[in-house]
């Protein structure tokens, strides 16, 4: 195989890529319908890593009941994941040895996906749920450097209509913690018109700039999942503090309404909901204060807080600081901190120098809060009012720590 080239079995199809073992095969054919119902996939790329249930034939097999799919690649890839570099148990490590994950990226992107339209990776418990008409491979086709992220929160195990006596499947989960509870980001991808030295891992392509999308979130299914990375994931929990994702449900009702087995009652009554406006609001405002900053603040890192606080930091005469977006349903709130506890006293100083100027100066750890603005739920000029107000106290602090006054 390390001669062979598969690039023209994909030429100009929608890829949905994975690698997975011994999941379940209703879970995978779900799996599969989905992408195709709701994203216009037609195309299937799976790296089987040593499934014992069944054969590669059975699980081909399966996927063949899907009828919009019309190519299917699965590539047997037995080979151990390598020393864990991220936290499944809880500690974080400064180096990624997942060599068999991030070997079956790069084999796809050389060997099989060159010449597609795209490919969505996307595991068996994780379904991208669109906010809008616009599906993965519509916005990728409009995005300048092939790259479509975005990032979502998990599904819970708590089961509503179905006793537990059967197979748990997607219909029958679509209740979350929202916000609360975000999971890892992933991405959709058009590898041919990436820069050489852009490296696919499982939650982001490295060396190209990219924001996620307020278009798009991942819905992470607790439940449906073997298990073999966190056992309690398998437990249920009860409904309490729970929310119904509602773009989550609507999105399944499409997906599966034709299905025989798929549940009826998509709405309980008796439990809040979710319009995901949060994350909406999270990707936009990230976004909006990228552009405005653009000119007049030089951030060295940009990035994702536990997936849900955006963090803009930024090299000064005082040191290295990060801004903060707090957010939640209704209001964001900005924070600046010090990244050395040794800075601490000069950042103090030079703040308490333009409070005047600040909507706010109270202490937290390691900095202080700054400002705070309201927005809506629905997308309206309270945005972008958050947005300049927020901005313009960032310049304010940014230029005082950076000597001018």
């Not at 400064?94 to 339209?117: E, P, V, Y």
């Not at 998509?266 to 990230?286: G, N, V």
């Not at 653009?294 to 536990?306: A, M």
């Not at 700054?370 to 809506?376: F, H, R, T």
């Amino acid at each position: 195989m390390i001669d062979d080239s598969y690039n023209e079995y994909f030429s100009g199809f929608n890829v949905l890529m994975t690698m997975q073992k011994d999941e379940e095969l209703e879970w995978i054919t779900d799996w599969a319908r989905f992408y195709a119902r709701i994203h216009d996939v037609n195309a299937i790329l799976l790296f089987d890593n040593g499934s014992r249930k069944y054969s590669l034939e059975q699980l081909r097999e399966a996927l063949t009941t899907v009828t919009e799919i019309h190519r299917i690649a699965i590539v047997k890839w037995p080979f151990p994941y390598g020393p864990q570099g991220g936290k499944w148990d809880g500690r974080q490590a400064s180096w990624d040895s997942d060599f068999c994950q991030i070997g079956a990226f790069q084999t796809a992107r050389h060997k099989f996906l060159h010449m597609s339209n795209g490919v969505i990776n996307a595991d068996i418990d994780e379904l991208v749920i669109p906010l809008n008409q616009t599906t993965l491979f519509d916005a990728l086709a409009d995005s300048k450097n092939g790259m479509v992220g975005y990032g979502g929160h998990w599904i819970e195990n708590s089961k509503i209509g179905n006793g537990g006596m059967q197979l748990p499947r997607f219909w029958d989960h679509f209740l979350t913690r929202d916000r609360d509870d975000p999971c890892a980001s992933k991405w959709t991808g058009r590898p041919n018109i990436w820069p050489k030295d852009a490296h696919p891992t499982a939650h982001f392509v490295r060396n190209i700039e990219y924001l996620p999308s307020p278009d798009f979130y991942i819905a992470h299914f607790r439940a449906l999942n073997s298990g073999w990375k966190s056992a309690d994931r398998l437990t249920n929990v009860p409904n309490t503090d729970l929310l119904i994702d509602m773009p989550l449900t609507k999105v399944l009702k499409k997906a599966y309404s034709d299905d025989a087995d798929a549940r009826k009652d998509w709405e309980p009554k008796e439990l809040s909901i979710t319009d995901m406006h949060q994350y909406r609001f999270q990707c936009w405002i990230r976004a909006r204060i990228d552009r405005l900053s653009e000119d007049s603040i030089s951030w060295n890192k940009r990035w994702l807080w536990r997936y849900s606080v955006p963090v803009f930091e930024a090299k000064t005469d005082t040191g290295q600081i990060a801004f903060d977006f707090h957010i939640d349903d209704s209001h964001v709130r900005l924070a600046i901190a010090a990244r050395d506890r040794n800075d601490m006293d000069a950042l103090t100083a030079k703040l308490e120098g333009i409070e005047h100027h600040l909507d706010d100066l109270a202490p937290k750890h390691m900095g202080y809060w700054i400002s705070a603005m309201p927005y809506s739920s629905a997308q309206d000029p309270t945005w972008d009012m958050a947005a300049q107000h927020l901005y313009h106290q960032m310049v304010i602090v940014y230029d005082r720590l950076n000597g001018s006054s």
